[in-house]
């Protein structure tokens, strides 16, 4: 079965951050749990280079768009490999491969009837490249994101009847409800669609760095309905002579920030009915990652801080770079996966990143896993001997395989991390409790009684399986000292494939002291 699985695209007007390590880390989780379960996966991530916000940006600098889209574009890709993402390909709006689909499909569309030329005039926030309606306003004529204010457009342009999907799009809500998760953000663009749909622009004529309207070449599509087709489009050039459209296509799951909700839970799918190709089978949206306003300054004595998204443009960003210098890439995967619940807001802090280092990665599991191979190697010259199943820890682990498999399936990262690290703090309770250091030490008892063998080292390994699409390097080596290196979430089960005399190894800390 195939799973396909796509980020966002990230606009190059700036450098990465925290926010676009969030998104491409949860993606990366499910690409990685998915293999482990033996699905054909393809996992896609990129750069949005078009548009006004890159063109204004660069005016800024004093370069060309191509530029700043080479420079930056070259930033997020570094990053990939440095959050251990496994995406199948990095696709760039500026390909051409890309751009040549964008103008097939978006003919059809025009070919099919949904085109036309008109004039738009209304509110208009360079830096979303969004037209917003009087509801999509703040005070003052605001931006409700980005706090700026909005500017008044008049142009002549070409429009896609969005209007004309208001009953399809009705249809779909109601007869898939599992189409955008959670619910609340279901609920959110169902209301959007409610309201009532009207056309929007497909080109601007303002502006010269897009894709090229191929029937009018003084417009360039407007980068909302270029961006939004990488999905598609990737797919038929990221392997040289090989269309993937037919293995992957619909997409499985589009992991999305809910600031682009509305493009992709009503533009998305209409213009994929309007070219008569097949609609994505979920879009989920998780929330904003929220810091200290930067000119809240810690707040007044007494008061609450003031929380708002994390944005380049605010100035209120958290470096991924920095982070993995420091503490590791899985460090910084576990901490997206665990501070906030994926699918709402949440704050997020470099003392909080800290502290969730410390009191839950190095005392709670690399303490565990340290423990254990120390006890083995010091009193049972690291062999694991057989021994029965300890019944009170295998009821603690009995369907938690399961668990995880349905969690994930609808991307509940992070109840799913929780219900694993339940048991890590079960295992830690368990070696506690049992003291088996006391028990080693008789060398009688211990050389008499298989019954007083290590049993817990069995659930370790299994927390170490569902653990590896958090914490890939980590688990890794952990069952690597384990001499039980089979990932496969078929080995997530207490008990199964057990060795019968395994021999471990030493391990190095795998989160140390900082």
């Known amino acids: 079965m195939s799973f396909y699985v796509t980020t966002p695209i990230y606009y190059v007007n700036a450098a990465p951050h925290l926010g676009h390590a969030y998104t491409t880390i949860g993606s990366d989780i499910l690409a990685r749990h998915m293999r482990q379960r033996g699905e054909d996966v393809f996992f896609l991530t990129g750069t949005d280079e078009h548009g006004e916000p890159v063109a204004l940006a660069a005016e800024r600098e004093g370069v060309s768009p191509q530029e700043l889209a080479d420079r930056n574009a070259k930033r997020f890709r570094d990053l990939m490999p440095l959050l251990e993402a496994t995406n199948d390909f990095f696709i760039r709006t500026t390909d051409e491969g890309h751009q040549r689909r964008v103008q097939e499909v978006l003919t059809r569309v025009k070919d099919n009837g949904h085109v036309y030329k008109g004039t738009y005039e209304g509110w208009y926030c360079p830096r979303c490249a969004d037209f917003k309606t009087e509801a999509e306003t703040g005070p003052d004529t605001t931006c409700l994101i980005h706090k700026i204010p909005l500017t008044r457009e008049h142009e002549e342009n070409w429009f896609f009847r969005l209007s004309t999907f208001q009953e399809p799009l009705e249809r779909l809500y109601a007869e898939r409800p599992d189409f955008v998760l959670p619910r609340h953000r279901y609920n959110e663009a169902h209301s959007f669609i409610r309201q009532g749909l009207q056309d929007v622009s497909l080109s601007r ?60 839970t009503v533009f998305w799918p209409a213009l994929l009915l309007a070219a008569d190709l097949e609609l994505p089978r979920h879009v989920f949206v998780h929330g904003f990652l929220l810091s200290p306003a930067p000119s809240d300054g810690g707040g007044e004595a007494g008061g609450a801080t003031e929380l708002e998204k994390m944005s380049k443009s605010r100035g209120n960003v958290i470096d991924p770079f920095g982070v993995i210098e420091t503490f590791g890439a899985d ?21 909080g990143f800290a502290t969730r280092y410390e009191t839950e990665l190095a005392n709670e599991l690399g303490n565990l896993a340290s423990r254990t191979l120390s006890m083995i190697g010091r009193y049972r010259d690291w062999r694991i001997p057989q021994a029965e199943l300890d019944s009170g820890l295998a009821g603690d682990f009995e369907g938690l395989a399961g668990s ?12 799913a991390l929780e219900v694993v690290w339940q048991r890590v703090r079960r295992l830690n309770r368990y070696v506690e409790e049992r003291k088996p250091w006391e028990q080693a030490k008789d060398e009688a008892r211990a050389a008499t009684s298989t019954s007083r063998s290590p049993r817990w080292p069995r659930g370790l390994r299994v927390v170490a ?50």
């Open 465 to 514: 399986v569902l653990l590896h699409a958090y914490l890939p390097t980590s688990t890794t080596k952990l069952l690597g000292a384990l001499g039980a290196p089979d990932t496969s979430f078929d080995a997530a089960h207490y008990g199964a494939g057990e060795p019968g005399d395994g021999t471990v190894a030493k391990l190095e800390p795998l989160f140390p002291k900082r």
């Open 331 to 351: 460090a910084l995967r576990f901490y997206c996966a665990r501070e906030v619940s994926f699918g709402h807001d949440g704050p997020v802090s470099e003392a």
């Open 404 to 415: 995880v498999r349905a969690l994930l399936d609808t991307v509940e990262l992070t109840q």
């Open 205 to 264: 004529a303002k502006l010269s760095w897009g894709v090229p309207v191929p029937w009018d070449p003084e417009h360039v599509f407007y980068v909302w309905f270029d961006a939004l087709l990488n999905y598609y489009t990737a797919l038929g050039y990221a392997r040289d002579g090989d269309d993937l459209t037919g293995r992957f296509w619909p997409a499985t799951f589009h992991v999305i920030g809910k600031d682009i909700l509305k493009f992709h």
